[in-house]
Protein backbone atom coordinates (compact mmCIF):
# COMPACT_ATOMS: atom_id res chain seq x y z
CA UNK A 1 0.00 0.00 0.00
CA UNK A 2 1.56 3.85 -0.97
CA UNK A 3 2.62 5.60 1.88
CA UNK A 4 3.21 9.63 1.61
CA UNK A 5 6.80 10.73 0.96
CA UNK A 6 6.65 13.33 3.52
CA UNK A 7 4.12 14.09 6.08
CA UNK A 8 2.13 17.26 5.77
CA UNK A 9 3.21 20.36 7.19
CA UNK A 10 0.35 22.05 10.06
CA UNK A 11 -0.50 24.62 7.50
CA UNK A 12 -1.41 22.13 4.47
CA UNK A 13 -3.58 20.07 7.24
CA UNK A 14 -5.22 23.34 8.63
CA UNK A 15 -6.67 24.47 5.38
CA UNK A 16 -7.93 20.93 4.37
CA UNK A 17 -10.12 21.57 7.85
CA UNK A 18 -11.31 24.73 7.21
CA UNK A 19 -14.21 23.59 5.03
CA UNK A 20 -15.46 21.65 8.33
CA UNK A 21 -16.91 24.28 10.46
CA UNK A 22 -20.31 24.29 11.98
CA UNK A 23 -21.96 27.32 10.30
CA UNK A 24 -25.03 29.15 12.20
CA UNK A 25 -28.09 28.96 11.56
CA UNK A 26 -29.72 31.35 9.51
CA UNK A 27 -33.10 32.76 11.46
CA UNK A 28 -35.57 34.66 9.82
CA UNK A 29 -38.11 36.38 11.60
CA UNK A 30 -41.88 35.53 11.81
CA UNK A 31 -44.20 38.39 9.95
CA UNK A 32 -46.98 37.50 12.27
CA UNK A 33 -45.61 37.05 15.90
CA UNK A 34 -42.41 39.08 14.79
CA UNK A 35 -40.34 36.18 16.93
CA UNK A 36 -37.11 34.56 15.02
CA UNK A 37 -37.73 30.87 13.48
CA UNK A 38 -36.16 29.19 10.77
CA UNK A 39 -36.92 29.73 7.54
CA UNK A 40 -39.28 27.20 5.28
CA UNK A 41 -40.67 26.39 8.42
CA UNK A 42 -43.67 26.39 10.59
CA UNK A 43 -43.07 29.42 13.43
CA UNK A 44 -43.00 27.22 16.57
CA UNK A 45 -44.87 30.23 19.00
CA UNK A 46 -47.68 31.09 16.83
CA UNK A 47 -48.19 28.09 14.03
CA UNK A 48 -48.16 30.54 11.05
CA UNK A 49 -46.53 29.34 7.40
CA UNK A 50 -46.68 31.79 4.68
CA UNK A 51 -49.41 33.82 6.12
CA UNK A 52 -51.91 31.27 6.84
CA UNK A 53 -51.92 28.92 10.19
CA UNK A 54 -50.78 25.94 10.34
CA UNK A 55 -51.20 24.27 13.25
CA UNK A 56 -52.91 25.51 16.32
CA UNK A 57 -50.59 25.87 19.30
CA UNK A 58 -51.95 26.15 23.01
CA UNK A 59 -50.28 28.39 25.48
CA UNK A 60 -48.30 27.31 28.84
CA UNK A 61 -50.94 29.11 30.89
CA UNK A 62 -54.13 26.89 28.95
CA UNK A 63 -51.74 23.74 28.95
CA UNK A 64 -51.93 24.29 33.16
CA UNK A 65 -55.90 24.82 33.07
CA UNK A 66 -56.56 21.41 31.43
CA UNK A 67 -54.90 19.17 33.98
Known amino acids: MPLPKR??????SRKKRTHKKIK???LSVCPQCKQ???????????GYYKGRQVIEI??????????
Not at 36 to 46: A, E, F, G, V, Y
Open 24 to 26: ATL
Open 36 to 46: PKLSHRICPTC
Open 7 to 12: RFSKTR
Open 58 to 67: KDKSEKKGEK
